[in-house]
T-cell receptor, first 117, second 111 residues
Framework: GAVVSQHPSWVICKSGTSVKIECRSLDFQATTMFWYRQFPKQSLMLMATSNEGSKATYEQGVEKDKFLINHASLTLSTLTVTSAHPEDSSFYIC?????????????FGQGTRLTVV | GENVEQHPSTLSVQEGDSAVIKCTYSDSASNYFPWYKQELGKGPQLIIDIRSNVGEKKDQRIAVTLNKTAKHFSLHITETQPEDSAVYFCAASITGNQFYFGTGTSLTVIP
């Protein structure tokens, strides 16, 4: 089946620094990828929809200048957490699906655990 | 937007018993309903899904039912095993792109 890979799987950074998380579709081209955030023992909350070659679409309440998304190619989307603070510590997960097929499963990355100290 | 509710939040069953998790959704336009299993520190893995033109689907020990009129769907796991212990999420999708997740159910199977 299709595989989505995230990197890194975990990262620790200091407050005020920026962190980049990569999401790659390994065996298919994804015109659209999705970024989710998950707090401990809570559900996945959609942050934004990443569109190849265009600006990302952010969900209400998500700061676009805080969470920069770049979908530069059909197999790569990046999420950059800028000027990270401890409250940004969370589990970030991306997903993608094969384009052109409706209502098919979404493939999720393994997630990135971000800890801001 | 879509609102998905999931119950119960925690569930403990004896090994070999059945487990049932229920979800409701709000938007009648939703037409794809996947269930995901998430183990600690990992991303969600699809275990079964159902589309709105189907009322029930089964895959070995796992089954899902959908009641479009009532806007609810359920996950049934029979003959539970300790390795079934995980957090389970239901989701609803309208466009096939964005997924709206339930709040999760932490299932513990007691040996």
């Amino acid at each position: 089946g299709a595989v989505v890979s995230q990197h890194p799987s975990w990262v620790i950074c200091k407050s005020g620094t920026s962190v980049k998380i990569e999401c790659r579709s390994l065996d298919f081209q994804a015109t659209t990828m999705f970024w989710y955030r998950q707090f401990p023992k809570q559900s996945l909350m959609l942050m934004a929809t990443s569109n190849e070659g265009s600006k990302a679409t952010y969900e209400q309440g998500v700061e676009k200048d805080k969470f920069l998304i770049n979908h530069a190619s059909l197999t790569l989307s990046t999420l950059t957490v800028t000027s990270a603070h401890p409250e940004d510590s969370s589990f970030y997960i991306c997903s993608a699906r094969d384009p052109g097929v409706t209502n098919t499963e979404a493939f999720f990355g393994q997630g990135t655990r971000l800890t801001v100290v | 937007g879509e609102n998905v509710e999931q119950h119960p939040s925690t569930l403990s069953v004896q090994e070999g018993d059945s487990a049932v998790i229920k979800c409701t959704y709000s938007d009648s336009a939703s037409n794809y309903f996947p269930w995901y299993k998430q183990e600690l520190g990992k991303g969600p893995q699809l275990i079964i899904d159902i589309r709105s033109n189907v009322g029930e689907k089964k895959d070995q020990r796992i089954a899902v039912t959908l009641n479009k009129t009532a806007k609810h769907f359920s996950l049934h796991i029979t003959e539970t095993q300790p390795e079934d212990s995980a957090v389970y999420f239901c989701a609803a999708s309208i466009t096939g792109n964005q997924f709206y997740f339930g709040t999760g159910t932490s299932l513990t199977v007691i040996p």
